[in-house]
């Protein structure tokens, strides 16, 4: 990564002496209709420079401060526009390579027709797509159709216009191939736009990089979390599968509620560890079969705040250290630990109580056997407003009676 940023630095410096040189050159013009050439000329310079800042701060953005945000889909179309919109060109495409296909795809695209796009599946080395990421080098194709390379794979009429093909490389070793076509208003593509695409392709390898590293760490997280949650069962012996239950329903449920896909995820790992501070409970409290002594209970009362003490020096589990520390809140405000009320409470965290009470009324436990169903849709009820959100339990009765079709739960987040 040092040695492919030191590159774009170089490069980048390189640009900006070329851009330099050709101002001072320009500001040795005479008088006249040269100076008005000249200042035109001198605009448009600085004009495309800008444009091609823009497009790398745009892209550099997304990795730095947007990674965990973003999804790739999103990035690479963002990367085809910043593209077209610097070089101006009507259509252009970028594919990537399925290692476990082992062809390169279009996953961006603009203006290029569907059934291009869908029909689209090169081999490396084949076609000029393929024959770029190969060798790693920019190729410029002035006639695609009396190309031998290229025509078996012409699919549209756009597909005949001139244009070129970028691979995008990572430690000189491609893994996409970006595609631009011609501007019908020039002839070629210039030193200027052949400069600028590299450095644009160069930051969004980066930027690609940066973002499959936060999904690497994402995924690191969700193992750990599985992992705390399966530690947390095992301590509570009555709780059999309760976290794993209750992921289930926290996805389901927040996306009965709208909520984006990101809150969801935290959501769901709240879900899961919403009871990790029980690991400083002493264990034989939480496995009493008879009723707990006031100091017994004030024990209890702390595993929010222990949870929270666990989760919130862990960055990425922030939101979710919240949703932990609140989830034994109410919507009336008689809750713990701090008594907080309606719209006060996280909505992560009335949702997780609303799965907690439901799954705690639906288990066997030490003091009691299992409640029916009729019971326990009969105590949320009773408790919206009071212990619960009533929008909430209005959703997760909904859910109830559709008997819980399992959201399609990922191993791991989506890469």
């Known amino acids: 990564m040092i040695y492919t940023l030191a590159a774009l630095a170089a490069l980048l410096l390189a640009v900006i002496g070329y851009l330099l040189n050709k101002v001072y050159a320009l500001k040795l013009g005479k008088t006249g209709s040269e100076t008005e050439a000249r200042d035109a000329s001198l605009k ?18 997304i990795g730095i401060v947007n990674a965990g945000s973003t999804k790739k889909e999103e990035f690479f179309q963002t990367v085809v526009e910043s593209a077209c919109d610097l070089i101006h060109s009507p259509r252009g495409s970028l594919m990537i390579f399925d290692e476990a296909t082992k062809e390169l795809k279009i996953v961006a695209s603009k203006n290029i027709s569907r059934e291009v796009i869908e ?43 001139p244009f070129i093909a970028l691979p995008l490389k990572v430690k000189d070793k491609p893994f996409g191939v970006l595609n631009l076509h011609l501007p019908r208003e ?80 935290y959501v769901e790992y709240a879900a899961l560890l919403h009871d990790i501070g029980k690991i400083g409970i002493d264990g034989s409290i939480l496995s009493k079969p008879g009723r707990l002594t006031d100091a017994e209970y004030s024990e209890i009362k702390k595993h929010p705040a222990i949870g929270y003490q666990i989760l919130s020096p862990i ?18 405000g008689m809750g713990y630990p701090e008594g907080l009320k309606g719209e006060e409470i996280p909505l992560g965290a009335r949702i997780v109580a609303t ?61």
């Open 355 to 415: 799965i907690d009470a439901w799954d705690a009324m639906m288990s066997d436990r030490p003091y009691r056997k299992a409640l029916s169903r009729e019971i326990g849709i009969s105590e949320l009820t009773k408790g919206a407003g009071k212990q619960f959100d009533p929008k909430v339990v209005e959703a997760f009765l909904k859910l109830e009676s559709k008997e819980w079709e399992e959201p399609c739960l990922p191993s791991s987040p989506p890469l």
């Open 44 to 61: 448009n310079t600085w004009n495309k420079f800008d444009e091609l800042l823009t497009s790398l701060l745009t892209i550099h953005e």
């Open 186 to 265: 020039k002839e070629s593509f210039t030193d200027y736009d052949l400069k600028f695409l590299t450095l644009l392709a160069g930051e969004s390898a980066i930027t690609l990089e940066n973002i499959k590293l936060y999904e690497s760490i994402e995924n690191f997280y969700l193992e750990m979390v599985q992992t705390l949650a399966r530690v947390i069962d095992a301590k509570d012996a009555y709780t059999g599968d309760h976290a794993g239950r209750a992921r289930h329903k926290a996805r389901a449920l927040s996306e009965e509620l709208h909520m984006p896909e990101q809150m969801i995820k």
């Open 315 to 332: 960055h990425f589990l922030g939101p979710v250290a919240q949703m932990v520390l609140y989830h034994q809140e109410w919507y009336n």
């Open 119 to 161: 029909s689209t599946c090169i081999k490396p080395g084949q076609g000029i797509g393929g024959r770029a990421f190969q060798t790693g080098e920019t190729i410029f194709v002035t006639d695609p159709e009396q190309n031998t390379q290229y025509k078996d794979f012409i699919g549209g009429e756009e597909q005949k216009e």
